[in-house]
């Protein structure tokens, strides 16, 4: 019995230290930016806390671990806080899941970069994380209505407008068919009604964005990486890429998640069937729910949403990431232009007044987190 209970005051206190190192920089990088944290912005922090712990203790991953890019895990803290999306929501707003990144980063005895594998929380927003995103920020919203998932065999009219009145769709299920569409009865505050509509067919163009995105280091064998292609194999390795996205055009959405030649373009999510309905349906609330005009009121929340759910943006973020410092610059030095003598480092702290500006041989050492024990607590994926 004493054992258990020593055992569950270690996993207390691990998971409070890395509560009480998390919540005063996402506090104080929110204050920074005009932003009062509130008690359910707390909560949200707290559960994504309790779910990160999760994904790392299946993995067998401690907080402390050298490889565990915490920096990375404080970015995914604020943008949860600033979103208000809750772990623990049922169903899921946001989920969490481990990646192995390679970075490129400086040689510690000079020379070229060398590459270095970390591991990195990802954050992923549900269907029901972009229905709280349009509630709490959707421009004159006042309540989002439960969706209409309209099947093949249903019945269904579309709305019809007469200036700007609005005559309502009309459905009546049969649960019987495919999900053709969906439908988001949106009440503004002005009491109107508006309808979203999403369908099936649209959703081909998300299959193109994911496979255009695994295929941004594709080089078909063509050359050894995209990096050290040469212009004329680039020209080769482009041609092969429009080959297959013309094919999906033409074989159009369902078609192509089942053309064999394809498989090694698309996930597994998409193509297998007991999870491609899910994909599809989650894809189109989505559509609905992501271009619909949202008012954040503050500029670091709309600057967090864009960098969350552009996929463009997240593109070109990782490709940065992996390959940053890959290059070596070896720029002439000028005779006639005077070089300084010590580069300035300025450590800004958005809470101060002012800007300190420490010299190289003065800056802080970077804070090293020590926390105690990881547990299992959080919800299950």
């Given at each position: 019995?004493?054992?258990?209970?020593?055992?569950?005051?270690?996993?207390?206190?691990?998971?409070?230290?890395?509560?009480?190192?998390?919540?005063?920089?996402?506090?104080q990088q929110l204050t920074g930016n005009g932003i009062r944290m509130d008690d359910y912005q707390k909560t949200c922090v707290m559960n994504?806390?309790?779910?990160?712990?999760?994904?790392?203790?299946?993995?067998?991953?401690?907080?402390?671990?050298?490889?565990?890019?915490?920096?990375?895990?404080?970015?995914?803290?604020?943008?949860?806080?600033?979103?208000?999306?809750?772990?623990?929501?049922?169903?899921?707003?946001?989920?969490?899941?481990?990646?192995?990144?390679k970075l490129a980063v400086p040689n510690p005895s000079g020379g070229k970069p060398i590459d270095k594998w970390v591991k990195q929380i990802?954050?992923?927003?549900?269907?029901?994380?972009?229905?709280?995103?349009?509630?709490?920020?959707?421009?004159?919203?006042?309540?989002?209505?439960?969706?209409?998932?309209?099947?093949?065999?249903?019945?269904?009219?579309?709305?019809?407008?007469?200036?700007?009145?609005?005559?309502p769709p009309k459905w009546r299920p049969t649960g019987k068919g495919k999900v053709v569409r969906v439908v988001y009865p949106i009440e503004?505050?002005?009491?109107?009604?508006?309808?979203?509509?999403?369908?099936?067919?649209?959703?081909?163009?998300?299959?193109?964005?994911?496979?255009?995105?695994?295929?941004?280091?594709?080089?078909?064998?063509?050359?050894?990486?995209?990096?050290?292609?040469?212009?004329?194999?680039?020209?080769?390795?482009?041609?092969?890429?429009?080959?297959?996205?013309?094919?999906?055009?033409?074989?159009?959405?369902?078609?192509?998640?089942?053309?064999?030649?394809?498989?090694?373009?698309?996930?597994?999510?998409?193509?297998?069937?007991?999870?491609?309905?899910?994909?599809?349906?989650?894809?189109?609330?989505?559509?609905?729910?992501?271009?619909?005009?949202?008012?954040?009121?503050?500029?670091?929340?709309?600057?967090?949403?864009?960098?969350?759910?552009?996929?463009?943006?997240?593109?070109?973020?990782?490709?940065?990431?992996?390959?940053?410092?890959?290059?070596?610059?070896?720029?002439?030095?000028?005779?006639?232009?005077?070089?300084?003598?010590?580069?300035?480092?300025?450590?800004?702290?958005?809470?101060?007044?002012?800007?300190?500006?420490?010299?190289?041989?003065?800056?802080?050492?970077?804070?090293?987190?020590?926390?105690?024990?990881?547990?299992?607590?959080?919800?299950?994926?």
């Amino acid at each position: 019995m004493s054992n258990e209970i020593a055992t569950h005051e270690t996993f207390k206190t691990g998971l409070a230290k890395v509560s009480d190192t998390f919540y005063p920089m996402i506090e104080q990088q929110l204050t920074g930016n005009g932003i009062r944290m509130d008690d359910y912005q707390k909560t949200c922090v707290m559960n994504a806390i309790a779910a990160i712990n999760n994904v790392l203790d299946t993995k067998g991953i401690s907080w402390n671990s050298p490889d565990l890019d915490r920096n990375n895990i404080t970015d995914i803290l604020l943008k949860v806080a600033a979103l208000k999306l809750n772990a623990s929501a049922s169903p899921r707003e946001v989920y969490f899941q481990l990646r192995n990144v390679k970075l490129a980063v400086p040689n510690p005895s000079g020379g070229k970069p060398i590459d270095k594998w970390v591991k990195q929380i990802e954050m992923g927003i549900e269907g029901d994380g972009n229905d709280a995103i349009l509630a709490n920020f959707g421009r004159d919203v006042k309540t989002v209505h439960n969706y209409w998932l309209v099947r093949e065999n249903d019945e269904f009219e579309y709305p019809m407008y007469n200036g700007i009145e609005v005559t309502p769709p009309k459905w009546r299920p049969t649960g019987k068919g495919k999900v053709v569409r969906v439908v988001y009865p949106i009440e503004k505050t002005n009491g109107n009604i508006e309808y979203l509509i999403s369908e099936r067919e649209d959703v081909i163009k998300n299959l193109i964005a994911h496979v255009n995105n695994n295929l941004m280091n594709e080089t078909f064998g063509i050359a050894k990486d995209r990096y050290n292609a040469t212009p004329e194999q680039k020209k080769k390795i482009n041609t092969k890429k429009k080959e297959i996205i013309d094919k999906i055009e033409s074989l159009g959405l369902e078609k192509a998640l089942d053309d064999e030649s394809l498989a090694d373009y698309i996930s597994l999510a998409w193509r297998e069937k007991q999870s491609r309905e899910s994909m599809l349906i989650r894809k189109m609330r989505n559509n609905v729910t992501k271009k619909y005009t949202k008012d954040f009121g503050n500029a670091f929340v709309s600057m967090t949403y864009d960098e969350t759910t552009d996929e463009d943006y997240k593109r070109v973020r990782k490709e940065i990431n992996e390959h940053a410092n890959s290059e070596v610059l070896d720029f002439e030095e000028v005779p006639t232009i005077e070089q300084p003598k010590q580069a300035q480092v300025i450590d800004y702290d958005p809470v101060k007044e002012e800007q300190e500006v420490l010299t190289p041989d003065k800056a802080p050492e970077p804070e090293q987190m020590t926390f105690e024990g990881t547990g299992t607590e959080g919800p299950g994926f």
